[in-house]
């Protein structure tokens, strides 16, 4: 495997990247305060970016919400934000070269068939690994969609073997995408492009050097690499913050309706209350309520806690 090509010629650029698919809540702003604060005190640009690919949940409603939400936090970007599905054109484009390079091929598998073909039956929402069943099966979208009776989707051919990367917060780290997930969908049936393809053309078009999000992403890291390889694309340097869980270890996304932004700023709770709240969770000693723009050089990658933090049921 080639190693990393890093890229410190190019001005430090990183972004935010909601989806609208809902309001942000307390675990959002942790991990949008950490990204600002980090990107920030190191003279980076901010873009905004809404991931609105998910055409059954995105909203373009929670678009303007999430961006009140961000700035009643304290936190800015520069430039008109960005919405993904804008830019359909050029991820069709990258879905048919990499096809016509023999490096994605249809599939028609239904989920019910794969579930079938699972040796042992996966527990809870634990990805299902594909096993190649389409590889060299179809020549061309219509043979398959003919033959098939039924729409496909493009696969990304995985090459077997480790993926291997440096997170700068949570350490090396290193995942056998053949072997635990298999070879992955690009385009999904409806011909939507997946997000694994649309991150990693939105980050190379931006270009973005640092990406920062949550750890539950830290995993589809290794695909985004196999996409930047067959791409030629640059990589970026990858910071992923632990999630925030509640009292039962559950993600906050389960219960946001309680913990949304919008709900707390509705109650009366200064945006000065939340953001001391994260960036106690990250290790830094602050009053009971404090700006974000305060914090810029308070902020330390180092001291960010590897572990998931817990909602304790208060800010204080
Ligand atoms: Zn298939």
């Given at each position: 495997m080639t190693p990393l090509r890093l890229?410190?010629?190019?001005?430090?650029t990183g972004r935010l990247a909601p989806s609208p698919t809902g309001a942000l809540h307390l675990g959002h702003a942790r991990t949008f305060l950490l990204t600002w604060w980090h990107l920030r005190q190191r003279g980076a640009s901010v873009h905004l970016r809404h991931e609105d690919l998910d055409a059954g949940r995105a909203r373009p409603e929670h678009q303007q919400a999430i961006e009140d939400d961000l700035r009643w936090l304290g936190v800015d970007w520069d430039g008109p934000p960005v919405v993904q599905?804008?830019?359909?054109d050029r991820l069709q484009a990258a879905l048919a070269a990499l096809h016509a390079r023999g490096l994605a091929y249809w599939c028609t598998c239904s989920r019910a068939e794969l579930r079938q073909l699972q040796s042992a039956p996966q527990l809870g929402e634990l990805e299902l690994r594909y096993p190649?069943?389409?590889?060299?099966?179809?020549?061309?979208l219509e043979e398959a969609e003919r033959e098939a009776g039924r729409e496909a989707g493009l696969r990304f051919r995985v090459p077997s073997g480790e993926i291997r990367f440096v997170d700068q917060v949570l350490g090396p780290q290193r995942f056998d995408v053949q072997a635990?997930?298999?070879?992955?969908?690009?385009?999904?049936?409806?011909?939507t492009p997946a997000y694994q393809l649309a991150v990693v053309l939105d980050d190379a078009d931006a270009g973005i050097t640092e990406v920062h999000r949550g750890a539950d992403l830290l995993a589809s890291t290794a695909r985004q690499l196999l996409l930047q390889r067959a791409l030629g694309l640059p990589t970026p340097r990858y910071h992923h913050f632990p999630l925030v869980l509640d009292a039962e270890g559950r993600r906050l996304a389960k219960r946001v309706d309680s913990l949304s932004l919008a709900t707390l700023r509705a109650g009366g709770v200064p945006a000065e209350r939340v953001v001391a709240w994260v960036a106690r969770s990250a290790g830094l000693s602050v009053p009971r309520a404090v700006s974000a723009r305060e914090l810029i050089h308070e902020f330390?990658?180092?001291?960010?806690?590897t572990q998931p933090v817990r909602w304790l049921g208060t800010l204080d």
């Open positions: 890229h410190s010629t190019r001005p430090l599905s804008r830019g359909l190649g069943t389409c590889r060299g099966r179809w020549s061309t635990t997930v298999g070879d992955f969908l690009i385009s999904r049936r409806d011909k330390t990658l180092e001291r960010v806690p």
